[in-house]
């Protein structure tokens, strides 16, 4: 939801000064804020076609015994290897496009059987934008995906950690990086690149790990979409270039993949 758009009470005369009165980086941060702008438009027009699909989803994937019963563990497997996690999360990207979730993993059972451990099949580290959750994006339940989630899904330290516990500690055989469509992180790293002008506090340290993947070769909303895909590219290579990770990697345990979420179409598809 964008900020400008009012909730309960209307702004003040006041409110509507001191926005007119913002510099333009810090106009763009409070209308779009860290969670989104408004969409770009429809995929046809991001400049470049999608790329390749998530995965190949089961044929059974948009057939589901209930849109709105959630199914137990006791009926699925859970994936095991890089390539059947991605599987699952390809079926269930496809049944949140069709409208027909399952809500798997969140009967009493499961829930009682999750206070004695977990086993995540993947881990995504996200956006912080609340419309891209990937539980929801990929129609997963309780204790099947491990989730971490920062602005512009920008790396530090417990973030790297977050993710190395999750491979190294549970076995998670699939990691992916999802950045998503009109990323309000992204376009204000952007914007305040153009104009040379400081974000606020602690927001300008998304900004300065953002910088180093913007694409200066391209114009306007056009450079916004396409760092959005070289962000995700650079953190991707980042996560695989970890020793330990990369070990998991070459041993074909672990893969690292790079994914992007469309807010018009709620398809996600594989970047780089």
């Known amino acids: 939801m964008n900020s400008d758009r009012s909730v309960g009470a209307q702004p003040t005369a006041a409110a509507h000064q001191r926005f007119a009165l913002a ?25 470049t076609a999608p790329a390749a699909a998530l995965g190949t989803a089961p044929a059974s994937a948009t057939t589901p ?4 019963s959630p199914t137990t563990s006791a009926s699925r497997r859970r994936p095991g290897t890089p390539d059947e996690a991605l599987r699952e999360l390809a079926a269930g990207n496809q049944r949140w496009r069709a409208f027909r979730q399952r809500h798997p993993d969140e009967s009493p059972a499961v829930r009682r059987s999750l206070t004695s451990g977990q086993h995540p ?13 990937p539980e929801l994006v990929f129609d997963q339940g309780l204790g099947d995906l491990m989730t971490v989630r920062s602005a512009g899904e920008v790396l530090d330290e417990a973030v790297l950690g977050s993710v190395a516990y999750g491979v190294l500690e549970l076995d998670i055989p ?4 999802l950045g998503h469509q009109s990323c309000g992180a992204v376009k204000a790293a952007v914007e305040s690149d153009l104009s040379g002008e400081r974000l606020p ?43 330990d990770l990369a070990a998991k990697v070459t041993s074909g345990q672990l893969a690292i993949v790079g994914a992007r979420y469309e807010l018009t179409t709620q398809r996600v598809h594989r970047v780089g």
Not at 204 to 233: F, K, L, W
């Open 121 to 133: 099949f993947a881990l995504v580290l996200g956006c912080i934008d609340s419309r891209v959750p």
């Open 23 to 47: 510099s333009p980086a810090r106009r763009a941060l409070l209308r779009f804020g860290l969670t989104g702008a408004a969409a770009l438009g429809a995929t046809a027009a991001l400049g």
């Open 174 to 177: 699939l990691v992916m990086v």
């Open 65 to 68: 015994t209930s849109p709105t």
């Open 201 to 243: 506090a602690h927001i300008q340290y998304i900004a300065d790990r953002i910088a180093p993947n913007i694409d200066r070769i391209q114009e306007g909303d056009a450079r916004i979409d396409s760092t959005i895909d070289a962000n995700v590219r650079a953190i991707r290579a980042h996560l695989a270039a970890e020793p």
